[in-house]
């Protein structure tokens, strides 16, 4: 019976996905004909092109976004279940802009409020965000220097980024445990007392950031790795010439020509951190609400106490926190300008 019921459901897919082809290629035979033919517009052949993505991102981004604000004005929750229409006003569901009020006003989780969760996620994503910019750029001049073997020290080093992050972080959770864990086996060798990297809030908040470190740096190392590496030599001969030295050539030279590969990726890496639930909830097995950051407090919101109403309005707070730093982030570095002029 299971395996008639994947049969069809794999046959569904095939159908919808063959209706989906059809429909695309009529739709882009139309805009054709209407472009080219008719209005013989010159820029027809891009408009093609991007319209495919153009019509994927509005289903698979834009209308959840809608979907989901449109949620977050209703009491829709596991009691209040079902398609709630237009702002849940033909079922008595809506209750405007409270939502939003709650999140601010009322414990997102069993005792914590928005603020204290606010304050955790911003210490977590600085934190990391910290250290995997200077972690990546040491490794990064490391490995830019000529060396022998400086590919199996990149496959090394990039080894954590490559790993599953769901095993990863299975592992790094075995090896937190109190008394058979590599990690206080290795502190016990140098005279540490074992540590509660699991149940203690402080520790285990620490652990989550030792975690999160060893898997982000290798992401960073290659991006700057990347940067170094279109940096033209002449620069450093012409500043030796001058008389500078390395600090002054790093300073000068290295940083102001690397701006716009790191500033994409600071902010990248500052998204990534910011929504990365996946650490704090296989690390934080206890549910120690310490250790709980934004996305995994919106988590627990929609998917343990299920309040999906609250939830939505709950992701939208988060959404605009990280449209606004984005924003002020870009204009303050000004590092994109370049792009434009």
Known sequence: MSIEIITNAIRQVGLTLIAIAFIVAVLEGALY????????????IPIMLVAPAAVGLSILIVYPLLWELNVSFTKMSLRNFGDPGFLGLAKGWFVGPENYAQVFTQPVLKLTSFWQLLGQ???????NVTFHVLGGMGLALLLHRKMRGKGIYRALIVLPWAIPQVIALLVWRTEYNFEFGAVNQLLAKVGVAPIAWLSDPFWNFVAMIITNVWLGIPFMMVIILGGLQS?????????????ANSR?????????????VLTPAIILGTVWT?????????????????????VSALFREAFQYNRYGDAAAFAFVVFLLLLVFTVFYIRITGSLKGAYE
């Open 33 to 44: 004909f209407f472009l080219v033919r008719l209005l013989k517009f010159r820029y027809a």
């Open 121 to 127: 996620t911003v210490l977590w994503t600085v934190s």
């Open 231 to 243: 940096i033209s030599a002449d620069y450093y001969e012409a500043a030796e010439m001058d008389g």
């Open 248 to 260: 002054q050539a790093f300073r000068h030279i290295t940083l102001p020509l690397l701006r716009p």
């Open 274 to 294: 910011f929504n990365n639930i996946n650490v704090p909830y296989f690390i934080n097995q206890n549910e120690l609400e310490t250790s709980d950051i934004l």
